[in-house]
């Protein structure tokens, strides 16, 4: 029987950031909760050691970034999410950045690479932040048919695309509760 301290579920993880992303966004409250509702473009620096890693990537046109909430305020197991302030739902069923383990992903448009640098565009991330890999988007394996989104279905979100999806836009439309 594995004890807590023996138990290897129970043992930290640790990581290496791989390269840095950078946009325009330095506040949370400015930038998009996701990169779908912006076109906003950016960079992803993978770092040297990292490059031979970039080999064909140049022939997806999406990618998925993986990277640390480098700014995340704490871990809360329920948080009301930015697009219903009006009730409280469990962190596993949002995507908010305060999380037990502040790992965040977001699917970006890959306009082009340029050594270790790739242009990205679609990106909600704070700039600076870490990132921890990076996933190629595959549309035969990552795409689903008929899918069930929770609580969210249930937020007459079908025009989101046209709010300007940031904290602070959300909050004007009464969304929001940071």
Not at 24 to 46: H, L
Not at 66 to 84: E, S
Not at 128 to 144: A, N, W
């Amino acid at each position: 029987m594995h004890t807590e301290s023996t138990d290897p579920t129970r043992q930290p993880v640790t990581y290496r950031p791989i390269g840095v992303i950078r946009t325009p966004f330095t506040e949370q409250e400015n930038t998009p909760i996701q990169g779908i509702f912006n076109p906003a473009c950016g960079t992803v620096e993978v770092f040297p050691e990292y490059e031979e890693g970039l080999l064909d990537v140049e022939s997806f046109s999406h990618l998925i970034l993986i990277y640390h909430f480098h700014r995340a305020n704490g871990a809360m197991l329920r948080q009301k999410p930015f697009l219903d302030v009006q009730k409280e739902r469990g962190i596993f069923s949002i995507r908010h950045f305060n999380r037990p383990n502040p790992i965040g992903l977001s699917i970006v448009e890959l306009k082009g690479v340029r050594g270790t640098t790739l242009d990205i565009c679609g990106i909600d991330v704070l700039d600076g932040t870490p990132l921890l890999d990076i996933k190629p988007y595959v549309r035969q394996f990552d795409h689903r048919e008929e899918v069930r989104s929770g609580w969210v279905d249930d937020q007459h979100v079908d025009d989101i695309r046209e709010w300007n999806s940031t904290p602070e836009a959300l909050r004007h439309r009464g969304r929001v509760n940071l």
